[in-house]
């Protein structure tokens, strides 16, 4: 193994970070593993579904919301250290968006998961790894409605434009899920999830 | 303006792939379609019944990504594949499916079909059991394996004679192959370019000539042609803003019924006047080419005639060849002829253009299937627009001008799925059967449905 890229990144306290999962620990089960979307769904969070009544076809379908999306990812391990991303800060609340796919459709249930990335360092070139780990856990554990929009943050990564390419590009994307090597890799962050 | 079109739910293909599907390519001449699964096999479905006929398991051993059907064959089909393990599979089969009570199938040479009990086939189901598998690999004979890619191969593609088959990959790298047709199976390695600067996304022949396009990761699309035996790059056009994802030619006058664009408020007769006027002006420039692109755009891409172009930077002076040999440069000069009406929110994965009716659909990641249709701009619109805009000149003079409409839009037309491929393809399952034709569109969730257009 190479020498780390970034050996004193900054870490911030576990505790501090916005999380809906620890209070009740009983509810992890909810959030069990990557094949959630086939377990039958328990009703939560009725208040934070206002407009679940005009959604008929989605009834049976847990409302989704930012902090949700963030409780997704922030637990999957960076590649080189034994710490979470939402310790690590490469993802953080304010940097998730959910907005519909197809504004000009009113009743699409598609809906679009913007994930900004912040590397720790600005040139890691784990990026795409990280970035693609994200992509992944998301598309296991979101209803195949949600599209994923998984970036660089803006100015925070030298070669952001590359790594954004190929984590938006669905045929490479589809093609590292088939590769072995690459997703032991992910398959080792992700270990930490809920 | 308000769509013209009806798509309309005519049929899923069952039963479907559990797993991704990422295209479906209709035979040639039999009504027959055949879909590339992540599942790692090719399903072979009827368009007569739309049920599958067979599954061809066993060759590839990652995604199967793209197939195509090898032209001109009488009495046999051969099939290309392509997949993600980096080969391409050639599978052959005796032609004999509907061989009971159909004769229309066009089936030649009756002494080598192997007869099929078609209702057994038909009802094959998933096709999971063993005694289904083996009846398959009886049906369908793996030929060849054409090894070369160094990753995942992405498109695949016949030329008109089918005598040569283009294969790209995201390797950057284009193959050309020969088909010896030597009764051994053999390819012979004719070229490999490598100019492309990413993955090769799509290739795609010419109708009639032996001129390939190719589309890619990054974000141009190139034509090739063959130059004194070598293979080389005539043009490159940089025009999108992402990804090349698909490429389709434009019809020849000669394969199907239609004649050009249309006109609304016009007579019959004065139409046909325009067409033939509208044919005679495009002939120096040969079939346009139709590309998509992740930039979420549909565009159509026409070659300056070939009389009008300078001398190009391969002429005598600069390669040393006599010009007795090489009398006129190679480039071409190929320009931006349409952008059509934008209908895409997200990445557009995949164009067909009707070789029949000249309807143009596109699809992508937001599950919408898009129609457009080719339009004359009448005298009058002209006038407005040059009234909006007097910086407009007059050189236009009877340079017939042309629209692209949208005419018809089918939201999430495979559910909340991403949609891979539209194809033409002949409609089957009515008897007589007209000239009339259905989409074929193929999707993530592995369902492949066909649709039917009104006006």
Same mark, same amino acid.
Request: charged share 25%; proline share 5%; aromatic share 6%.
């Given at each position: 193994?190479?020498?780390?890229?970034?050996?004193?990144?900054?870490?911030?306290?576990?505790?501090?970070?916005?999380?809906?999962?620890?209070?009740?620990?009983? &509810?992890?089960?909810?959030?069990?593993?990557?094949?959630?979307?086939?377990?039958?769904?328990?009703?939560?969070?009725?208040?934070?579904?206002?407009?679940?009544? #005009?959604?008929?076809?989605?009834?049976?379908?847990?409302?989704?919301?930012?902090?949700?999306?963030?409780?997704?990812?922030? #637990?999957?391990?960076?590649?080189?250290?034994?710490?979470?991303?939402?310790?690590?800060?490469?993802? #953080?609340?304010?940097?998730?968006?959910?907005?519909?796919?197809?504004?000009?459709?009113?009743?699409?249930?598609?809906?679009?998961?913007?994930?900004?990335?912040?590397?720790?360092?600005?040139?890691?070139?784990?990026?795409?790894?990280?970035?693609?780990?994200?992509?992944?856990?998301?598309?296991?554990?979101?209803?195949? &409605?949600?599209?994923?929009?998984? &970036?660089?943050?803006?100015?925070?990564?030298?070669?952001?434009?590359?790594?954004?390419?190929?984590?938006?590009?669905?045929? &490479?994307?589809?093609?590292?899920?088939?590769?072995?090597?690459?997703?032991?890799?992910?398959?080792?962050?992700?270990?930490?999830?809920? | 303006?308000?769509?013209?079109?009806?798509?309309?739910?005519?049929?899923?293909?069952?039963?479907?792939?559990?797993?991704?599907?990422?295209?479906?390519?209709?035979?040639?001449?039999?009504?027959?379609?055949?879909?590339?699964?992540?599942?790692?096999?090719?399903?072979?479905?009827?368009?007569?019944?739309?049920?599958?006929?067979?599954?061809?398991?066993?060759?590839?051993?990652?995604?199967?990504?793209?197939?195509?059907?090898?032209?001109?064959?009488?009495?046999?089909?051969?099939?290309?594949?392509?997949?993600?393990?980096? /080969?391409?599979?050639?599978?052959? %089969?005796?032609?004999?499916?509907?061989?009971?009570?159909?004769?229309?199938?066009?089936?030649?040479?009756?002494?080598?079909?192997?007869?099929?009990?078609?209702?057994?086939?038909?009802?094959?189901?998933?096709?999971?059991?063993?005694?289904?598998?083996?009846?398959?690999?009886?049906?369908?004979?793996?030929?060849?394996?054409?090894?070369?890619?160094?990753?995942?191969?992405?498109?695949?593609?016949?030329?008109?004679?089918?005598?040569?088959?283009?294969?790209?990959?995201?390797?950057?790298?284009?193959?050309?192959?020969?088909?010896?047709?030597?009764?051994?199976?053999?390819?012979?390695?004719?070229?490999?370019?490598?100019?492309?600067?990413?993955?090769?996304?799509?290739?795609?022949?010419?109708?009639?000539?032996?001129?390939? !396009?190719?589309?890619?990761?990054?974000?141009?699309?190139?034509?090739?042609?063959?130059?004194?035996?070598?293979?080389?790059?005539?043009?490159?056009?940089?025009?999108?803003?992402?990804?090349?994802?698909?490429?389709?030619?434009?019809?020849?006058?000669?394969?199907?019924?239609?004649?050009?664009?249309?006109?609304?408020?016009?007579?019959?007769?004065?139409?046909?006047?325009?067409? !033939?006027?509208?044919?005679?002006?495009?002939?120096?420039?040969?079939?346009?080419?139709?590309?998509?692109?992740?930039?979420?755009?549909? %565009?159509?891409?026409?070659?300056?005639?070939?009389?009008?172009?300078?001398?190009?930077?391969?002429?005598?002076?600069?390669?040393?060849?006599?010009?007795?040999?090489?009398?006129?440069? /190679?480039?071409?000069?190929?320009?931006?002829?349409?952008?059509?009406?934008?209908?895409?929110?997200?990445?557009?994965?995949?164009?067909?253009?009707?070789?029949?009716?000249?309807?143009?659909?596109?699809?992508? !990641?937001?599950?919408?299937?898009?129609?457009?249709?080719?339009?004359?701009?009448?005298?009058?619109?002209?006038?407005?627009?040059?009234?909006?805009?007097?910086?407009?000149?007059?050189?236009?003079?009877?340079?017939?001008?042309?629209?692209?409409?949208?005419?018809?839009?089918?939201?999430?037309?495979?559910?909340?799925?991403?949609?891979?491929?539209?194809?033409?393809?002949?409609?089957?399952?009515?008897?007589?059967?007209?000239?009339?034709?259905?989409?074929?569109?193929?999707?993530?969730?592995?369902?492949?449905?066909?649709?039917?257009?009104?006006?």
């Amino acid at each position: 193994m190479a020498e780390m890229q970034n050996s004193n990144p900054t870490i911030l306290n576990s505790a501090d970070l916005p999380t809906r999962l620890r209070p009740t620990a009983t &509810r992890k089960s909810e959030y069990g593993g990557i094949f959630t979307s086939a377990l039958p769904l328990a009703p939560v969070d009725f208040e934070s579904a206002p407009s679940s009544d #005009s959604e008929d076809d989605n009834l049976l379908e847990e409302p989704i919301d930012e902090q949700e999306i963030y409780d997704l990812i922030s #637990s999957i391990s960076d590649p080189e250290h034994p710490i979470s991303l939402g310790e690590l800060a490469v993802v #953080s609340l304010p940097d998730i968006e959910i907005k519909p796919t197809l504004p000009d459709v009113p009743d699409s249930p598609l809906q679009t998961v913007t994930v900004l990335i912040t590397p720790t360092i600005t040139h890691c070139s784990l990026a795409t790894v990280i970035g693609l780990g994200v992509r992944v856990r998301l598309e296991q554990s979101l209803p195949s &409605r949600f599209r994923m929009d998984v &970036r660089i943050k803006e100015g925070t990564h030298s070669t952001g434009d590359e790594v954004n390419k190929q984590l938006a590009d669905k045929e &490479r994307v589809a093609a590292a899920l088939e590769n072995g090597a690459l997703m032991g890799v992910i398959a080792k962050m992700m270990e930490t999830c809920h | 303006m308000s769509p013209k079109v009806t798509i309309t739910h005519l049929s899923d293909l069952t039963p479907p792939s559990q797993e991704r599907t990422w295209l479906t390519a209709p035979h040639p001449t039999l009504p027959l379609v055949a879909t590339c699964s992540s599942d790692k096999t090719i399903r072979v479905y009827s368009l007569t019944n739309f049920t599958l006929l067979s599954t061809i398991t066993g060759g590839h051993k990652r995604s199967v990504r793209t197939a195509a059907w090898k032209p001109h064959m009488t009495g046999e089909s051969v099939l290309a594949t392509g997949s993600f393990d980096a /080969t391409v599979g050639i599978w052959r %089969r005796w032609d004999s499916y509907g061989q009971e009570g159909d004769a229309g199938m066009g089936m030649s040479s009756g002494d080598k079909q192997i007869p099929t009990d078609i209702s057994t086939a038909a009802s094959n189901g998933t096709g999971t059991d063993t005694a289904d598998r083996e009846e398959d690999e009886e049906e369908w004979r793996f030929a060849v394996l054409l090894d070369g890619h160094d990753s995942e191969v992405k498109s695949v593609s016949w030329s008109a004679s089918g005598m040569l088959l283009a294969t790209c990959s995201r390797d950057k790298s284009i193959w050309i192959w020969e088909d010896l047709d030597d009764g051994d199976n053999n390819f012979e390695t004719v070229a490999v370019m490598q100019e492309h600067g990413g993955d090769v996304k799509c290739v795609s022949w010419h109708p009639s000539e032996e001129c390939l !396009a190719s589309g890619s990761y990054d974000d141009t699309i190139r034509l090739w042609r063959e130059d004194l035996d070598d293979w080389g790059q005539v043009a490159c056009i940089k025009g999108h803003g992402g990804t090349v994802w698909f490429l389709d030619w434009e019809g020849e006058e000669t394969e199907g019924n239609w004649s050009g664009p249309v006109a609304d408020s016009v007579s019959e007769s004065a139409l046909s006047a325009l067409q !033939a006027q509208w044919r005679s002006q495009r002939a120096l420039s040969g079939p346009r080419l139709l590309s998509c692109s992740d930039d979420r755009t549909v %565009r159509v891409w026409r070659r300056q005639p070939k009389e009008s172009q300078q001398t190009g930077p391969l002429s005598s002076a600069t390669t040393g060849i006599p010009s007795i040999i090489r009398p006129t440069g /190679t480039d071409e000069v190929w320009e931006e002829d349409a952008v059509l009406p934008r209908a895409h929110e997200l990445p557009v994965y995949a164009v067909a253009w009707s070789k029949r009716t000249g309807l143009v659909a596109s699809t992508g !990641a937001d599950g919408r299937i898009a129609l457009y249709e080719e339009r004359f701009v009448t005298r009058e619109q002209e006038q407005e627009q040059q009234a909006d805009s007097d910086a407009m000149d007059t050189t236009s003079g009877d340079v017939l001008r042309t629209e692209w409409v949208l005419v018809g839009v089918q939201d999430g037309a495979h559910g909340i799925y991403e949609i891979n491929h539209v194809a033409w393809a002949k409609r089957a399952d009515r008897r007589p059967g007209g000239e009339e034709e259905v989409l074929v569109s193929t999707a993530d969730d592995g369902s492949v449905k066909v649709w039917t257009l009104t006006r």
